[in-house]
């Protein structure tokens, strides 16, 4: 599985036009700002695949206790 696969729609939709943004950025300033936005998409992503292998380890620890 790829981060990309743990995007919203409307997240993935907002990444694509940040990154025409980002292309299109008259200075440094506006394209720190830009890649900021992209970085907290992609920290929510990143969070909810961690929280489901978190989620997928934890019951399989659970079920070898129970064995």
Do not use: G
Request: glycine share 0%; hydrophobic share 35%.
């Amino acid at each position: 599985m790829r981060l990309k696969d743990f995007l919203t729609e409307e997240e993935d939709t907002k990444l694509e036009q940040l990154k025409s943004e980002l292309l299109d950025a008259p200075n440094d300033k506006v394209r720190t700002l830009i890649l900021a936005q992209i970085d907290e998409i992609l920290d929510a992503a990143r969070s909810r695949y961690n929280a489901l292998f978190t989620s997928s380890e934890e019951q399989a620890t659970t079920y070898e206790h129970a064995i």
